[in-house]
């Protein structure tokens, strides 16, 4: 069965640095998201990506974080300088369309910030 | 602040037994609802999603819906300790660009004993 993958599993790192995190959704899917779920709370939308531009953005995607599709296959979060609170596992999804299409959700990466 | 609202649990059920969980949600803009099981540290699976009100059966799992009453539950039949786990109910908006951006709850966290 297709699944989107996401590297890496972990990722350690200093407040203040610069991370990216990578996913390589579906092959045939068009729809790229990212979702985060800090420990103990919600699942929480960040950002949807399609047609090579973010559709639409939460209130957490600020000027710290960007998202790209740097060719056919990957699509990257980057966090610009890390807080604290950005601790959290990142979730990529992908889906087929838009519309009542069914999201699939890679493994995670668990981000910690210290 | 449009909010879906589960009973955070824990849900303990018999080996056996019919659990019920149940999400409320305040848009009525809402459009198409879902079910995932989520293990922890993993990523949410899909296991049901319903869009009309009424029943939708998928082996042991049943999904109901009622937009006049803004609520959505699931009920496993025959419940299994594999089956332990946090069920996340999750809405989306009908139209604009909110192709896949999900509202979450926070989940019921389900313990199924022998």
């Known amino acids: 069965e297709p699944e989107v993958t996401q590297t890496p599993s972990h990722q350690v790192t200093q407040m203040g640095q610069e991370v990216i995190l990578r996913c390589v959704p579906i092959?045939?899917?068009?729809?790229f998201y990212w979702y985060r779920q800090i420990l103990g709370q919600k699942v929480e939308f960040l950002v949807s990506?399609?047609?090579?531009?973010?559709?639409?953005k939460s209130e957490i995607f600020d000027d710290q974080f960007s998202v790209e599709r740097p060719d056919g296959s990957n699509f990257t979060l980057k966090i610009r300088s890390t807080k604290l609170e950005d601790s959290a596992m990142y979730f990529c999804a992908s889906s087929g369309t838009g519309g009542n299409e069914k999201l699939f959700f890679g493994s995670g990466t668990q981000l910690s910030v210290l | 602040q449009k909010e879906v609202e589960q009973n955070s649990g824990p849900l303990s059920v018999p080996e056996g037994a019919i659990a019920s969980l149940n999400c409320t949600y305040s848009?009525?803009?809402?459009?198409?609802f879902f079910w995932y099981r989520q293990y922890s540290g993993k990523s949410p699976e899909l296991i049901m999603s319903i869009y009309s009100n009424g029943d939708k059966e998928d082996g042991r799992f049943t999904a109901q819906l009622n937009k006049a009453s803004q609520y959505v539950s699931l009920l496993i039949r025959d419940s299994q300790p594999s089956d332990s786990a946090t069920y996340l109910c999750a809405v989306k908006r009908a139209g604009g660009t909110s192709y896949g951006k999900l509202t979450f709850g926070q989940g019921t966290i389900l313990t199924v004993h022998p």
């Open positions: 848009d009525r803009v809402s459009q198409s």
């Open positions: 092959s045939n899917h068009l729809y």
């Open positions: 990506f399609y047609n090579n531009e973010i559709s639409e």
